[in-house]
């Protein structure tokens, strides 16, 4: 199977996002905030950042972190687990529970690498981790990954990753099909076109909340949460079989590979390959 699935479905150049914004494109840079205690890592960081051409702020503890925030909303924090006062774990789960910060990523900087601690961030609701020390192009690469989650959502509740489009209103999904090159017929091209998913129900909204929540690990129990919905009693190894069926189902069109197990932790749907 040739891999089709290695773009997204937004225009970029170099590390600028173009949205459209009322019917217009604009070009938004991307406002990262690093909270981070130690300088060394921060000026190494902001540094990348900003040579990668997004918009870097800093903080050196929770409470720094919170009244930058309070200024300006980011589009994304980078932050360190370990922080003087609060932790960076306790800022994830306050900032989660507060409207105005919900919704943006949060990539955590830890020299930890136990599964027990991620599983802890996965609770707080954190995003991804970078795990110390990093090279800034792995940090460029995984920010990268994780803004394409906000930005890959359309107004109509539709999404498109990879090869992949959903639409929501119709409750179907779409595969993108290359162009064929006819036999005999001259070199005649047949036009790129969407091949309808035959999908299953548990398996379209295991997909549906996947495509609206890319590049971000999810544990067993989450997804159990999230998609079958909390009250209902499912043991955990039935996200497995989904899974299973979900890669089986994305198969013939070479998407399988975007549904990733991580180890320890439980599943990222991603164009990015896995570790
Ligand atoms: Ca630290």
Known sequence: MRDRHSGVTISRSNDTIV?????????????????????????????????AGMEAAHAADARGAQSMIAERVPDL???????????????ARRLR???????VPIIMLTARGEETDRVGGLEAGVDDYVVKPFSPRELIARINAVMRRTHGVDGDGGVSIGALR????????????????????GGTVEAASDAIVPIGPTEYRLLHFFMTHAERVYSRSQLLDYVWGGSVYVEERTVDV??????????????????????????????????
């Open 242 to 275: 989904h899974i299973r069926r979900l890669r089986k189902t994305l198969e013939p069109f070479g998407c399988q590979d975007l549904v990733q197990t991580v180890r320890g932790a439980g599943y990222r749907f991603s164009t990015t390959p896995a570790e």
């Open 77 to 91: 924090i980078l932050l360190d687990w370990m922080l003087p006062g609060m932790s960076g774990l306790d800022l």
């Open 166 to 185: 959903i639409d929501s209103g119709a409750h179907r999904v779409y595969a993108r099909q290359e162009p064929k090159y006819l036999e005999g017929s």
């Open 97 to 103: 529970k507060e409207d105005l910060t919900r919704d």
């Open 19 to 51: 949205t459209k914004a009322q019917g217009r494109s604009r070009i938004v840079q991307k406002h990262i905030l690093i909270v981070e205690d130690e300088p060394a890592i921060r000026d190494m960081v902001a540094f990348a950042l900003r040579k």
